[in-house]
């Protein structure tokens, strides 16, 4: 079994003779003696001194001789120094200011930290500075041609309310173009010498003329879902009022015809002949307006087309 080592005892302290001072004259005997009062007491530094020469205080009357005695006494031999104490083991810790090191950011990290907070920075206002720039807006013709090129397309209802909306446009027109038919044949007749009888001739331009005014009250019902589809309805709704009001001067001029001799007459000085034409010119502007409006629709949904001469 390993021998624990001891702690070192402190050394010894030598027993010293206290000093003797001189006696001054007329003094008496044993008054320059300091006696007990360098007497050690080693109590507190856990050391006892159990010295003969301490443990007793020499008398405060003592005689000459024993005065003289221990004047001539020789001081105490000088101890022999103590044995060195056997080596023992002490714990080492471990050094702190190597750990201190490792957790110290290194420079080149510092460095990264604050050029990426620079970076940023500069970002962040370059950005603000071109949102500043930018918030002017573009000019108004610019700012119109880019939305309508972002104008979205039209939600599916929205598709097939416009598709219902050109079906029943056209189905208008069919019926326009067959009643133009008719009124372009009996007019002809009636400008070729009377060739129809006046009468017939008549009764014909009047059904055209009333097949006209419901055309007309269609038109002012269809539903319009867009503003494209709405702009077409008004078009639609002038050009078919221009060819009802032509209808009605021309039913007046046949209707004038009866009798006459030779038939028809003068077309020029004709009141109610030269207000069909006149009407029959504003019938034929506005179906131009409406056809440039309604093909570009009738085209994007895969549908007909229509000409102004033809309705």
């Given at each position: 079994?390993?021998?624990?080592?001891?702690?070192?005892?402190?050394?010894?302290?030598?027993?010293?003779?206290?000093?003797?001072?001189?006696?001054?004259?007329?003094?008496?005997?044993?008054?320059?003696?300091?006696?007990?009062?360098?007497?050690?007491?080693?109590?507190?530094?856990?050391?006892?001194?159990?010295?003969?020469?301490?443990?007793?205080?020499?008398?405060?009357?003592?005689?000459?001789?024993?005065?003289?005695?221990?004047?001539?006494?020789?001081?105490?031999?000088?101890?022999?120094?103590?044995?060195?104490?056997?080596?023992?083991?002490?714990?080492?810790?471990?050094?702190?200011?190597?750990?201190?090191?490792?957790?110290?950011?290194?420079?080149?990290?510092?460095?990264?930290?604050?050029?990426?907070?620079?970076?940023?920075?500069?970002?962040?206002?370059?950005?603000?500075?071109?949102?500043?720039?930018?918030?002017?807006?573009?000019?108004?013709?610019?700012?119109?041609?880019?939305?309508?090129?972002?104008?979205?397309?039209?939600?599916?209802?929205?598709?097939?309310?416009e598709r219902?909306?050109?079906?029943?446009?056209?189905?208008?027109?069919?019926?326009?173009?067959?009643?133009?038919?008719?009124?372009?044949?009996?007019?002809?007749?009636?400008?070729?010498?009377?060739?129809?009888?006046?009468?017939?001739?008549?009764?014909?331009?009047?059904?055209?003329?009333?097949?006209?005014?419901?055309?007309?009250?269609?038109?002012k019902g269809?539903?319009?879902?867009?503003?494209?589809?709405?702009?077409?309805?008004?078009?639609?709704?002038?050009?078919?009022?221009?060819?009802?009001?032509?209808?009605?001067?021309?039913?007046?001029?046949?209707?004038?015809?009866?009798?006459?001799?030779?038939?028809?007459?003068?077309t020029a000085?004709?009141?109610?002949?030269?207000?069909?034409?006149?009407?029959?010119?504003?019938?034929?502007?506005?179906?131009?307006?409406?056809?440039?409006?309604?093909?570009?629709?009738?085209?994007?949904?895969?549908?007909?087309?229509?000409?102004?001469?033809?309705?």
């Open positions: 079994m390993a021998q624990v080592p001891q702690p070192p005892q402190p050394p010894r302290v030598p027993n010293v003779a206290p000093p003797q001072l001189p006696r001054p004259p007329g003094a008496p005997p044993g008054a320059g003696r300091l006696g007990g009062l360098f007497k050690r007491r080693r109590k507190d530094d856990f050391l006892e001194d159990d010295s003969p020469e301490d443990s007793q205080a020499p008398a405060a009357g003592g005689s000459d001789a024993a005065s003289g005695a221990e004047s001539t006494a020789e001081p105490a031999a000088e101890p022999e120094p103590a044995p060195a104490p056997p080596p023992y083991e002490t714990w080492k810790w471990p050094a702190v200011e190597p750990a201190q090191q490792k957790g110290k950011p290194p420079v080149v990290l510092i460095l990264v930290l604050v050029l990426l907070v620079l970076g940023g920075a500069g970002f962040g206002i370059y950005k603000l500075v071109h949102k500043d720039k930018s918030s002017a807006g573009p000019a108004p013709a610019k700012a119109a041609s880019t939305q309508a090129a972002k104008k979205p397309p039209p939600p599916a209802s929205a598709a097939k309310a219902t909306f050109a079906t029943s446009v056209e189905s208008i027109l069919a019926q326009s173009v067959a009643q133009r038919a008719k009124l372009v044949q009996v007019l002809a007749a009636t400008q070729n010498g009377c060739s129809i009888p006046i009468a017939q001739a008549k009764q014909q331009v009047a059904g055209v003329a009333a097949g006209r005014q419901k055309l007309l009250g269609k038109a269809l539903a319009a879902p867009t503003q494209q589809t709405a702009a077409i309805k008004g078009l639609l709704t002038k050009a078919l009022a221009a060819s009802l009001a032509a209808n009605q001067h021309y039913t007046a001029w046949v209707g004038g015809l009866a009798g006459a001799s030779p038939c028809p007459g003068s000085t004709n009141g109610d002949f030269q207000a069909a034409e006149a009407a029959s010119g504003q019938a034929t502007a506005a179906k131009q307006a409406f056809t440039k409006a309604f093909n570009p629709l009738a085209k994007r949904l895969g549908q007909k087309t229509w000409s102004p001469d033809s309705i």
